[in-house]
């Protein structure tokens, strides 16, 4: 079993809709990331968590420590937020970052 | 301030050649790490260095190898290529080591061993 599961691993929509991308995780953690992949490869941080909640324009994170779980949620979403959507834990023991599979995103006008 | 530089961002080398990319951190981000991302495996950390000394390790074999130099900047090396060894390589600077400093990417190297 991968320590970072996400889901779903592709998901397709239509522009406006209300999107979620799942991120559990099995080892103890001391922070949590969401990061953006574009196709050119270039990847963008978008959150750092450890509790609660964080909002950035229409992105929403959210994490919850005691069911080691997280979403990212994008409301009215656009084309240009196609993407792979990585979440990645800082493992508490070592600092390491762990990362899931990543989750395809694409939006279609 | 500028970004996180790669060079180069294009490589093709064939198998058993060894190959050195180069990983320029934001000025004044004193760690670096390497990960290695392939379509089946996705993103895999590679080592990470901070203040020339490296910190943390992944699981991979003994042919990648990586050194940071005082400026900061840092190199990995492969040797032996196998055709396995195909990926993107991305680089990561942060301003310190420890668990809430944010990671900035560069563009990555994209290695075709042939």
């Known amino acids: 079993k991968n320590e970072v599961e996400q889901s779903p691993q592709n998901l397709t929509a239509q522009e406006g809709e209300f999107i979620t991308i799942n991120c559990s995780y099995s080892?103890?953690?001391?922070?949590l990331h969401w990061l953006q992949q574009h196709p050119g490869g270039g990847i963008v941080s978008l959150f750092m968590l450890s509790s609660g909640k964080k909002k950035h324009g229409r992105l929403i994170a959210t994490i919850n420590i005691q069911e080691k779980h997280s979403s990212l949620h994008i409301t009215a979403s656009h084309p240009r937020d196609s993407a792979v959507y990585i979440c990645a834990v800082r493992l508490d023991s070592n600092y390491q970052l762990i990362w899931g599979a990543g989750t395809k995103l694409i939006i279609k006008p | 301030k500028a970004g996180v530089t790669q060079t180069p961002r294009y490589l093709i080398k064939t198998r058993g050649q060894q190959v050195t990319l180069s990983c320029s951190p934001i000025?004044?981000?004193?760690?670096v790490s390497w990960y290695q991302q392939t379509p089946g495996q996705g993103l895999q950390f590679l080592f990470e260095?901070?203040?020339?000394?490296?910190?943390n390790k992944g699981n991979f074999p003994g042919r990648f190898s990586g050194r940071q130099f005082s400026n900061s900047r840092s190199e990995m090396n492969v040797s032996t290529l196998e055709l396995g060894d195909s990926a993107l390589y991305l680089c990561?600077?942060?301003?310190?080591?420890?668990?809430?400093?944010?990671?900035?990417f560069g563009p990555g190297t994209r290695l075709t061993v042939l």
């Open positions: 260095y901070f203040s020339e000394t490296q910190r």
């Open positions: 080892v103890g953690i001391s922070a």
């Open positions: 990561a600077s942060s301003s310190a080591l420890g668990v809430y400093n944010e990671q900035f």
């Open positions: 000025s004044g981000h004193r760690s």
